[in-house]
């Protein structure tokens, strides 16, 4: 799948999220795990809510530290281990995957590629915006980010 990069300012997106340490292997079991704790204190709260968002920041000898969570607009009350974060502000490289959320695996490999024909170095931290979802999976949009080092 072709990838067309962009560069955007990120803002802060505002998320009721929930952060853990994982793996690469235990990634998608941890962030439903985590999701699976976040919605039920939204809808509880009658929160008005966006997207679900994966924040990702590199931890030690090959552990992720997430923070998965739910896009709130307005206020909501944080609970238990459902937290206020907000996403990354500043320069980021962008593209829009389309599919399998298995197969992102392109995306961050366009996303280096760009950065290294650009000169761009990476800040470390990464997060994906996931749109609404699909039972087509060609239809199913994620937004992949990695913030940039100021140039």
């Known amino acids: 799948m072709p990838y067309e990069v962009r560069v955007e300012q990120a803002g802060p997106r505002v998320l009721a999220a929930v952060r853990a340490v994982t793996t690469p ?3 998608s079991t941890d962030i439903i795990r985590l999701l699976d ?3 039920p204190v939204l809808r509880e709260q009658g929160a008005r809510t966006e997207h679900n968002v994966v924040i990702y920041r ?4 090959g552990e992720i530290t ?3 969570g739910v896009e709130v607009v307005g206020d909501f009350a944080e609970r238990g281990a459902v937290r206020r974060v907000t996403t990354p502000v500043g320069e ?4 829009a995957h389309y599919g399998e959320y298995s197969a992102m695996g ?3 490999a366009a996303l280096d590629q760009w950065c290294a024909a650009n000169g761009r170095r990476q800040a470390g931290v990464n997060w994906e915006v996931y749109g609404d979802w699909d039972d087509d999976p ?7 980010y990695k913030l940039l080092s100021p140039a």
């Not at 590199?58 to 000898?61: C, F, I, L, Q």
């Not at 060609?138 to 992949?144: E, N």
């Open 106 to 108: 392109g995306a961050y």
């Open 66 to 68: 997430i923070d998965a």
């Open 25 to 27: 292997g235990q990634l």
């Open 58 to 61: 590199p931890g030690e000898a």
């Open 92 to 95: 980021a490289a962008a593209v």
């Open 37 to 39: 704790q976040v919605w």
């Open 138 to 144: 060609a239809k199913r949009r994620t937004d992949v």
